[in-house]
């Protein structure tokens, strides 16, 4: 009796404890999204007398000149086009690997499996010399290719090793019996290993956009013409050293963050299943 007494007050105190660390990590994350916000809607000098109090004199003036003077509008129809291309990709070409990596009959595939998981260990900062470098030589420097690319082959390694490990668990049978019925492996990859592969397509598509639209360095390094930054390059450019228009800043955050926000809500429920599906496979 005594001892079910203690194991329930220690199980009562695990969970004091473990709501009260959540709670207040949820406000310490919260907080700067939430100051960031509704600084946006107030003047320089009402940030720099109050900067942590609500706007007295409530502003889109900073939002204006983001689009004004700021070439938003650019930037972010390139994000969208950078990230959606390169997803769309980066799905398709992983998922057709993941197939033809467990699927396919031929004792070489372990090795190819093993180039897909080395590029892990690539990074973005080892190669973006030699990248732009051979960009510039080949004419895809300053160009929509030059920039979907690099993001594709970034994203690769990663939704490989994703789509290879939820694609093992699909029984062979289905696949063996698609093939007694005639089908071709073409035929078998759009009628049924996309199908039945929805949500490790969603799970990839949530990695790879937001990664993809909070990149930073390789459109910085591998496009010139302002028409052709992305969203964090041109938010960075509100950041300089004769630029202190914390409202403007904050304002030009809140325009980049907002889709990213939209877009992992929409898709949080798929990227929790894909997750949950895949770990239940394996």
Same mark, same amino acid.
Request: glycine share 6%; aromatic share 14%.
């Given at each position: ?10 199980? &009562? ?30 003047? $320089? ?11 007295? /004199? ?29 997803? &769309? ?21 372990? !090795?190819?499996?093993?180039? %897909? ?6 990074? !973005? ?8 470098? $051979? ?18 082959? %970034? ?16 029984? /062979? ?7 007694? /019925? ?37 459109? %910085? ?23 202190? /228009? ?37």
């Amino acid at each position: 009796m005594k001892s079910n007494l203690r194991e329930r007050k220690i199980s &009562l105190h695990a969970i004091f404890f473990s709501y009260t660390f959540l709670i207040l990590f949820t406000i310490i994350t919260l907080f700067p999204i939430i100051w960031m916000t509704y600084s946006s809607f107030k003047s $320089m000098g009402e940030i720099m007398l109050h900067p942590l109090g609500l706007p007295k /004199d409530f502003t889109l003036s900073n939002y204006q000149k983001c689009f004004e003077f700021g070439n938003m509008d650019f930037a972010f129809l390139n994000s969208v086009i950078y990230s959606t291309t390169s997803t &769309l990709l980066v799905v398709l070409l992983s998922l057709q690997a993941g197939f033809a990596l467990t699927k396919f009959p031929y004792k070489s595939r372990f !090795v190819y499996s093993a180039l %897909f998981t080395t590029g892990l260990l690539i990074t !973005v900062n080892s190669v973006i010399t030699p990248l732009f470098i $051979m960009e510039t030589n080949t004419g895809l420097y300053n160009t929509y290719l030059g920039v979907i690319l690099p993001y594709v082959a %970034f994203g690769l390694p990663m939704a490989v090793l994703i789509a290879t490990s939820y694609i093992r668990g699909i029984p /062979d049978a289905l696949i063996e019996a698609a093939i007694i /019925d005639g089908a071709t492996y073409q035929q078998i990859f759009w009628k049924i290993i996309l199908i039945v592969s929805t949500p490790v397509i969603a799970t990839i598509s949530v990695l790879t956009f937001l990664g993809n639209w909070n990149e930073f360095l390789m459109v %910085f390094t591998l496009t010139s013409g302002e028409n052709m930054r992305s969203l964090p390059v041109t938010i960075n450019s509100f950041a300089g050293r004769l630029n202190q /228009d914390y409202g403007l800043q904050f304002a030009a955050l809140v325009i980049g963050t907002i889709p990213m926000f939209i877009f992992y809500l929409v898709a949080h429920n798929a990227l929790v299943e894909g997750f949950g599906e895949g770990a239940l496979k394996e």
